[in-house]
T-cell receptor, first 114, second 114 residues
Framework: AQTVTQSQPEMSVQEAETVTLSCTYD???????LFWYKQPPSRQMILVIR??????QNATENRFSVNFQKAAKSFSLKISDSQLGDAAMYFC???????????FGTGTSLTVIP | DVKVTQSSRYLVKRTGEKVFLECVQD?????MFWYRQDPGLGLRLIYF???????EKGDIPEGYSVSREKKERFSLILESASTNQTSMYLC?????????????FGQGTRLTVV
C-alpha cells in the first residue's frame, strides 16, 4: 500500500529565511509522481510544485524547490526567502500513472514569523 | 483557470438528516474525488469517479454515497448524518490518470452535524 508520511506537524520560519518541510513515502512502483500542495487559511488547496519520479533533476518553481531522493523515498520541500503569504498547511501527495487516486500526508502547518 | 466549485462553504445539519454536498468542475476532467479533511489525519478519500455513472470506494466510504450523472458534477450524499461526520469536505478533479496531472480542489465545505 502506498503511504505518505509528514513527520513535522508544525514548523515555523522567520520571514526571509529558508525552511525545509519533510516528506517520505512508501511504494513498490517505479513510475510515479509527487506533489506539494499548499492550503492557506482560506482553504483552497493549490499546487506548489510537482516531480516526476523518472526525472533525476529536482523541480524548482521560483522560491520553491524540492530535494527528491528516490532511493530513500524522500521528497522534501524547500522554501527560500519565506514570505508572510507562505503561511499555510502544506501537504505532500503521491500518485502513480496506474493508480486512481492521490495519496496525501497528514500535513505540516507552517508559520511565518515577521 | 480550472474551477472546482462546491455549493456551500458552511453547512449545519441535524443528526439523521440527508445531506447533499455538490461539486462542479468546468474543465471537462474525467476524474472527480471527495475527500474528508480532519486535523492530524490529512486528506482521506471517501469516493472517486473516473466517468459518468462510475464510482469507486475510497478509504472511508462508510456512511456516504455519491452520484455522478453528468461529467461536470459529483455529489456526495450523507444518507443519515451523524455527529462523527462533522468535518471539512474537499472536492477535487483531475484529468485522466496515466498522465502527470494534478488534482484541482474546491474551496471546501465545513459541515457541522448537531
Amino acid at each position: 500500500a502506498q503511504t505518505v508520511t509528514q513527520s513535522q506537524p508544525e514548523m515555523s520560519v522567520q520571514e526571509a529565511e529558508t525552511v525545509t518541510l519533510s516528506c517520505t513515502y512508501d511504494t513498490s512502483e517505479s513510475d510515479y509522481y509527487l506533489f506539494w500542495y499548499k492550503q492557506p487559511p482560506s482553504r483552497q488547496m493549490i499546487l506548489v510544485i510537482r516531480q516526476e519520479a523518472y526525472k533525476q533533476q529536482n523541480a524548482t518553481e521560483n522560491r520553491f524547490s524540492v530535494n527528491f531522493q528516490k532511493a530513500a523515498k524522500s521528497f522534501s520541500l524547500k522554501i527560500s526567502d519565506s514570505q508572510l503569504g507562505d503561511a499555510a498547511m502544506y501537504f505532500c501527495a503521491y500518485n502513480t500513472n496506474t493508480g486512481n487516486q492521490f495519496y496525501f500526508g497528514t500535513g505540516t502547518s507552517l508559520t511565518v514569523i515577521p | 483557470d480550472v474551477k472546482v466549485t462546491q455549493s456551500s462553504r458552511y453547512l449545519v445539519k441535524r443528526t439523521g438528516e440527508k445531506v447533499f454536498l455538490e461539486c462542479v468542475q468546468d474543465m471537462d476532467h474525467e476524474n472527480m474525488f471527495w475527500y474528508r479533511q480532519d486535523p492530524g489525519l490529512g486528506l482521506r478519500l471517501i469516493y472517486f469517479s473516473y466517468d459518468v455513472k462510475m464510482k469507486e470506494k475510497g478509504d472511508i466510504p462508510e456512511g456516504y454515497s455519491v452520484s455522478r450523472e453528468k461529467k461536470e458534477r459529483f455529489s456526495l450524499i450523507l444518507e443519515s448524518a451523524s455527529t462523527n461526520q462533522t468535518s471539512m469536505y474537499l472536492c477535487a478533479s483531475s484529468l485522466f490518470w496515466g498522465v502527470n496531472t494534478e488534482a484541482f480542489f474546491g474551496q471546501g465545505t465545513r459541515l457541522t452535524v448537531v
